[in-house]
C-alpha cells in the first residue's frame, strides 16, 4: 500500500475532538471528517489498482489450465443466446445458438445462418443434425465432448508442457468485457491462440487461431451475446425428438484401437498422444462399388487435435499427393502402401508431414 | 341559417327530393353530415344519379372559389370528361383485339391480332437502350452458369469465381477446373501453388470436426464453430 495515512486515527482523533470541544469546534471536526472520507474513497480507487498489479504478477497468474478449466466450467453453468460468426480469410458463416445448462445436463441448437440450413441439437453427448434441404436427420453420440476438463485434471495432461498463457488485456466483445489471454506454443509443431473470456464467467467470447507470426487463420467471436437468457431446456428436447417428415441416419461408428487395425506411429509427434481410433464403413470408397471401412485416428495435444484417415488405395480416385488448407486447418495426403493416407488437422503442415512420414503398418 | 327555406331548384320539377338531396350533398362536401344518414343519401343518388353530379360539380366549384383556390374541379362538368376518355379509349387500338374471322363453315373464330408496335418504336435512342439492356442481361446470367462449378457428391462444396465463397467451406481464389466426373476436383489457387480439394476431402474434412475435436476449447466454442461449417460432405 503506498499511501500511509492510517483510518483508525482520524477516527479516534474525530471522536475525541467532539467529545473534548463540544459543538464549538464543529468545523475542524468536519474537516476531519471529511479528510478521512477522502482517504476512505483513495483507498477504493486504489484497490482496483492493486488487483491489476496481481494479475499481471507472474506469481499469481492464472496458468493455462485454470483459464481452460474457467472457460469450460462457464459454459456448464451459464444459459445464453448468440450469434456467432466465424471468419476464416475472406470468408463468413453465421450461426445462432442457444445454450442452456441445468447442472447436470447441458442442451446446445445450433442454427447455421449462411450457406446451407442445418439445426444441431445436443444433450451432453447424443447430437443430432436437421438438415431441412435434404430432408434427412443424422443422429450421433460424440466421444470429443466429453473428454475435458476431466483430462485437464489428470496428470497426463501435456498442456501446460507445450502451451503458455499470458494475459495481455481487457477488451469488450459483444457488449461484455473481456480479459485477452494468449496461449502460445513453446515450439512450432502447433497454433497459438488468443482467447477473449467474459469477465465475470469466464464464457469465451471471441477465439483466433494465430499461424506463425501472429497472424490469424481463424476467428470465431460472438457477434451478439444474451447472457442468463431464458432458454427452456424442455423445448429443446422437445425439438430434439421431433424428427417427422426427416429420415434419420445413424452412422456406424466402430470403436477400435489402431494396434487392432495394425497401425502405428513409427515415432511419436511431441505433445500429440492418440485419443481415439474408430472405423466406418463408407459406401461406394471401395473399387466395384464395395463398401470399404476406413479408419480415423485421432491425436490430440490438448487444444489442437488430428486426425488420420486411412483408406485403401484406389488409383482412379487417389490421384496425387497434395496438401490443402482451409481456414486453420490443414490437410496432408500420402500413399502408404495398399493404403491412401489423409491427415486432418487444426496444426502447421510440417507437423502433418510429420505424422504422415510416421504412419506405419505393423502386420 | 334556415337551410330548409332554400330552394336551389325554382323549377320545382321533381318532387321535394332534390331539395333534401342538395342539402344533404352541400353537407357531405362540407364535412356535416351525420354517418346515420350516408346511406339514405346514397340511396338518393342511386336513383338520381346525373342530377346528384351536376349538383356535386357545383359545390366542389363553389368550394374551391369560395376558399380562392383555382379551381381543381374543371369548368368541364365530370360526366363530360369521362364521357370524352372513353371515347378516346376505344378509339385507341388495343394490344389484343379480338377479330372474328369468318370460316366457311360459318363458324367465328377469334384470333389474337399481332401486338401493335411499341409507343417508343420510332425513337432509335430507345431502342438501343432496351438493346443493351438485353445484352447486359444475357451476359450476366451466363457469366453466373458459366462460373459455377459442376456440383460433386455430397452437394455444394466447391468454390466458384466471382460469387462470394458459400460461406460455409471458406475457400482460397479459386479457379475451377474439372477433371473428371467422379473425382470432381477442383483446383485452387493459393499464394503457395496450386492444390487440388475434391470431395471426398471434404467429407474428411466433415468427420475430423464431427469426431475429431478432442480439444480443451472444444465446449462450447469447438463445437458451435463446427456446427457454423458443416453445410456439406455427409
Given at each position: 500500500m503506498t499511501f500511509a495515512l492510517p483510518l483508525p486515527f482520524h477516527g479516534d482523533a474525530a471522536r475525541s475532538a467532539l467529545q473534548s470541544r463540544g459543538l464549538d469546534a464543529r468545523r475542524p471536526v468536519i474537516r476531519r471528517w471529511g479528510a478521512a472520507a477522502l482517504v476512505a474513497l483513495a483507498s477504493g480507487f486504489m484497490s482496483p489498482v492493486h488487483a491489476q498489479n496481481a494479475l499481471q504478477?507472474?506469481?499469481?497468474?492464472?496458468?493455462?489450465?485454470?483459464?481452460?478449466?474457467?472457460?469450460?466450467?462457464?459454459?456448464?453453468q451459464r444459459s445464453y443466446i448468440g450469434t456467432l460468426v466465424v471468419s476464416a480469410g475472406s470468408s463468413m458463416s453465421a450461426s445462432k445458438i442457444w445454450h442452456v445448462c441445468d447442472g447436470a445436463q447441458q442442451m446446445e441448437r445450433v442454427d447455421t445462418l449462411t450457406g446451407a440450413p442445418r439445426t444441431t441439437i445436443r444433450r451432453n453427448k447424443e447430437v443430432i443434425t436437421f438438415v431441412p434441404d435434404a430432408k434427412t436427420?443424422?443422429?450421433?453420440?460424440?466421444?470429443?465432448?466429453?473428454?475435458?476438463?476431466?483430462?485437464?485434471?489428470?496428470?497426463?495432461?501435456?498442456?501446460?508442457?507445450?502451451?503458455?498463457?499470458?494475459?495481455?488485456?481487457?477488451?469488450?466483445?459483444?457488449?461484455?468485457?473481456?480479459?485477452?489471454?494468449?496461449?502460445?506454443?513453446?515450439?512450432?509443431?502447433?497454433?497459438?491462440?488468443?482467447?477473449?473470456?467474459?469477465?465475470?464467467?469466464?464464457?469465451?467470447?471471441k477465439l483466433q487461431t494465430l499461424g506463425e507470426r501472429g497472424t490469424v487463420l481463424e476467428q470465431v467471436a460472438f457477434s451478439e451475446l444474451q447472457l442468463?437468457?431464458?432458454?427452456?431446456?424442455?423445448?429443446?428436447?422437445?425439438?430434439?425428438?421431433?424428427?417427422?417428415?426427416?429420415?434419420?441416419?445413424?452412422?456406424?461408428?466402430?470403436?477400435?484401437?489402431?494396434?487392432?487395425?495394425?497401425?502405428?506411429?513409427?515415432?511419436?509427434?511431441?505433445?500429440?498422444?492418440?485419443?481415439?481410433?474408430?472405423?466406418?464403413?463408407?459406401?461406394?470408397?471401395?473399387?466395384?462399388?464395395?463398401?470399404?471401412?476406413?479408419?480415423?485416428?485421432?491425436?490430440?495435444?490438448?487444444?489442437?487435435?488430428?486426425?488420420?484417415?486411412?483408406?485403401?488405395?484406389?488409383?482412379?480416385?487417389?490421384?496425387?499427393?497434395?496438401?490443402?488448407?482451409?481456414?486453420?486447418?490443414?490437410?496432408?495426403?500420402?500413399?502408404?502402401?495398399?493404403?491412401?493416407?489423409?491427415?486432418?488437422?487444426?496444426?502447421?503442415?510440417?507437423?502433418?508431414?510429420?505424422?504422415?512420414?510416421?504412419?506405419?503398418?505393423?502386420? | 341559417m334556415n337551410a330548409a327555406q332554400v330552394n336551389t331548384n325554382p323549377a320545382g320539377l321533381k318532387a321535394a327530393e332534390p331539395p333534401l338531396l342538395d342539402e344533404a350533398l352541400s353537407a357531405l362536401v362540407d364535412g356535416e353530415l351525420d354517418a346515420g344518414e350516408l346511406p339514405g343519401l346514397f340511396l338518393k343518388l342511386d336513383q338520381l344519379q346525373p342530377e346528384a353530379m351536376e349538383s356535386w360539380h357545383a359545390y366542389q366549384l363553389i368550394g374551391d372559389v369560395l376558399r380562392g383556390e383555382p379551381p381543381l374541379a374543371s369548368l368541364v362538368r365530370p360526366s363530360d370528361f369521362l364521357a370524352s376518355v372513353r371515347g378516346r379509349l376505344e378509339q385507341e387500338a388495343s394490344p389484343l383485339q379480338l377479330m372474328p374471322r369468318a370460316n366457311p363453315t360459318g363458324e367465328t373464330r377469334y384470333l389474337a391480332a399481332p401486338s401493335a408496335p411499341a409507343a417508343n418504336d420510332a425513337v432509335f435512342r430507345w431502342k438501343l437502350v432496351a438493346g443493351l439492356a438485353s445484352l447486359a442481361a444475357v451476359m450476366a446470367v451466363s457469366w453466373s452458369v458459366l462460373?459455377?462449378?459442376?456440383?460433386?457428391?455430397?452437394?455444394?462444396?466447391?468454390?466458384?469465381?466471382?460469387?462470394?465463397?458459400?460461406?460455409?467451406?471458406?475457400?482460397?481464389?479459386?479457379?475451377?477446373?474439372?477433371?473428371?466426373?467422379?473425382?470432381?476436383?477442383?483446383?485452387?489457387?493459393?499464394?503457395?501453388?496450386?492444390?487440388?480439394?475434391?470431395?471426398?476431402?471434404?467429407?474428411?474434412?466433415?468427420?475430423?470436426?464431427?469426431?475429431?475435436?478432442?480439444?480443451?476449447?472444444?465446449?462450447?466454442?469447438?463445437?458451435?464453430?463446427?456446427?457454423?461449417?458443416?453445410?456439406?460432405?455427409?
Amino acid at each position: 500500500m503506498t499511501f500511509a495515512l492510517p483510518l483508525p486515527f482520524h477516527g479516534d482523533a474525530a471522536r475525541s475532538a467532539l467529545q473534548s470541544r463540544g459543538l464549538d469546534a464543529r468545523r475542524p471536526v468536519i474537516r476531519r471528517w471529511g479528510a478521512a472520507a477522502l482517504v476512505a474513497l483513495a483507498s477504493g480507487f486504489m484497490s482496483p489498482v492493486h488487483a491489476q498489479n496481481a494479475l499481471q504478477n507472474p506469481a499469481n497468474a492464472r496458468s493455462v489450465n485454470e483459464w481452460l478449466t474457467r472457460m469450460h466450467e462457464a459454459s456448464r453453468q451459464r444459459s445464453y443466446i448468440g450469434t456467432l460468426v466465424v471468419s476464416a480469410g475472406s470468408s463468413m458463416s453465421a450461426s445462432k445458438i442457444w445454450h442452456v445448462c441445468d447442472g447436470a445436463q447441458q442442451m446446445e441448437r445450433v442454427d447455421t445462418l449462411t450457406g446451407a440450413p442445418r439445426t444441431t441439437i445436443r444433450r451432453n453427448k447424443e447430437v443430432i443434425t436437421f438438415v431441412p434441404d435434404a430432408k434427412t436427420a443424422i443422429v450421433e453420440k460424440r466421444e470429443s465432448l466429453g473428454m475435458f476438463p476431466e483430462l485437464l485434471r489428470t496428470p497426463s495432461n501435456v498442456i501446460p508442457q507445450f502451451y503458455s498463457a499470458q494475459e495481455v488485456g481487457v477488451q469488450r466483445i459483444a457488449g461484455h468485457v473481456a480479459d485477452m489471454v494468449e496461449i502460445l506454443p513453446r515450439d512450432d509443431l502447433r497454433f497459438g491462440y488468443r482467447i477473449w473470456s467474459e469477465r465475470q464467467t469466464g464464457l469465451v467470447v471471441k477465439l483466433q487461431t494465430l499461424g506463425e507470426r501472429g497472424t490469424v487463420l481463424e476467428q470465431v467471436a460472438f457477434s451478439e451475446l444474451q447472457l442468463d437468457a431464458p432458454v427452456s431446456m424442455d423445448k429443446l428436447t422437445k425439438l430434439m425428438k421431433d424428427t417427422r417428415g426427416y429420415e434419420v441416419h445413424k452412422p456406424l461408428l466402430r470403436k477400435t484401437t489402431a494396434e487392432a487395425e495394425g497401425w502405428r506411429l513409427k515415432e511419436p509427434v511431441p505433445g500429440f498422444t492418440p485419443m481415439s481410433c474408430h472405423t466406418r464403413d463408407t459406401p461406394g470408397a471401395g473399387a466395384q462399388g464395395s463398401s470399404a471401412s476406413s479408419m480415423q485416428w485421432v491425436f490430440s495435444d490438448g487444444l489442437a487435435s488430428v486426425s488420420l484417415f486411412v483408406e485403401p488405395f484406389d488409383l482412379q480416385r487417389h490421384s496425387q499427393e497434395s496438401m490443402a488448407e482451409v481456414g486453420a486447418t490443414h490437410s496432408v495426403n500420402r500413399r502408404v502402401g495398399d493404403y491412401w493416407l489423409t491427415v486432418i488437422g487444426e496444426v502447421p503442415a510440417p507437423t502433418l508431414r510429420r505424422f504422415a512420414a510416421a504412419l506405419e503398418r505393423t502386420r | 341559417m334556415n337551410a330548409a327555406q332554400v330552394n336551389t331548384n325554382p323549377a320545382g320539377l321533381k318532387a321535394a327530393e332534390p331539395p333534401l338531396l342538395d342539402e344533404a350533398l352541400s353537407a357531405l362536401v362540407d364535412g356535416e353530415l351525420d354517418a346515420g344518414e350516408l346511406p339514405g343519401l346514397f340511396l338518393k343518388l342511386d336513383q338520381l344519379q346525373p342530377e346528384a353530379m351536376e349538383s356535386w360539380h357545383a359545390y366542389q366549384l363553389i368550394g374551391d372559389v369560395l376558399r380562392g383556390e383555382p379551381p381543381l374541379a374543371s369548368l368541364v362538368r365530370p360526366s363530360d370528361f369521362l364521357a370524352s376518355v372513353r371515347g378516346r379509349l376505344e378509339q385507341e387500338a388495343s394490344p389484343l383485339q379480338l377479330m372474328p374471322r369468318a370460316n366457311p363453315t360459318g363458324e367465328t373464330r377469334y384470333l389474337a391480332a399481332p401486338s401493335a408496335p411499341a409507343a417508343n418504336d420510332a425513337v432509335f435512342r430507345w431502342k438501343l437502350v432496351a438493346g443493351l439492356a438485353s445484352l447486359a442481361a444475357v451476359m450476366a446470367v451466363s457469366w453466373s452458369v458459366l462460373s459455377s462449378t459442376p456440383r460433386g457428391v455430397g452437394g455444394d462444396a466447391s468454390p466458384q469465381i466471382a460469387a462470394v465463397p458459400t460461406g460455409s467451406e471458406p475457400a482460397l481464389a479459386a479457379s475451377t477446373k474439372s477433371s473428371d466426373p467422379a473425382a470432381t476436383a477442383v483446383v485452387v489457387n493459393t499464394g503457395q501453388g496450386t492444390l487440388i480439394r475434391d470431395a471426398r476431402l471434404e467429407q474428411l474434412l466433415a468427420e475430423h470436426r464431427q469426431n475429431g475435436g478432442m480439444s480443451a476449447l472444444q465446449n462450447p466454442t469447438g463445437f458451435i464453430r463446427n456446427a457454423t461449417y458443416e453445410s456439406e460432405g455427409r
